[in-house]
């Protein structure tokens, strides 16, 4: 099952005690599509696109929704969450936000920035400015095997 972009959104928020800021939900739930989409048969994890945008990759309707808190930590009391239920206990989507809120806790904007825009991100290879260019979900799996080659190719020269 895959869910909306604002859902998953509510779910690490209230995982990270709502201290994550809008620039790490967006990074986060982009290495969340590319991580579930490799390991889930191709499913997306979230619904919508993701954007190359001048900072990263960016969720456009998330995008939308969250932007009033700029760097600010996002509320439990931002009224768009009070309608969503809980995900599902033993989901797919719990499970990988979960393993994603314990990976990049409230805090690691600079890690999840390093991540998003290195030499072997989509994001890197797609930006182009006042383009908006869609990144793919060819092009996620792409950076994963890129990404597991590069790593498989550090260990085996150690």
């Not at 768009?80 to 904007?109: K, M, T």
Request: hydrophobic share 35%; net charge positive; charged share 25%.
């Amino acid at each position: 099952m895959t869910v909306t972009a604002l859902h998953a959104a509510k779910h690490l928020c209230h995982k990270g005690d709502w201290k994550y800021t809008h620039l790490q939900v967006q990074k986060i739930l982009y290495l969340g599509q590319m991580v579930h989409l490799f390991y889930e048969n191709e499913q997306p994890l979230v619904r919508g696109v993701f954007e190359a945008w001048k900072y990263g990759p960016v969720h456009v309707e998330l995008f939308e929704d969250l932007k009033r808190f700029g760097k600010q930590e996002i509320p439990d009391t931002f009224s768009r969450w009070s309608n969503l239920p809980i995900l599902a206990e033993d989901s797919s989507e719990e499970h990988w936000l979960n393993y994603l809120s314990n990976l990049f806790p409230p805090g690691s904007g600079p890690t999840l920035m390093s991540l998003t825009h290195d030499k072997l991100s989509a994001w890197r290879r797609l930006y182009m400015p006042f383009s908006n260019e869609v990144i793919t979900h060819e092009s996620m799996l792409r950076e994963y095997r890129r990404r597991q080659k590069y790593h498989e190719s550090k260990r085996t020269s150690n």
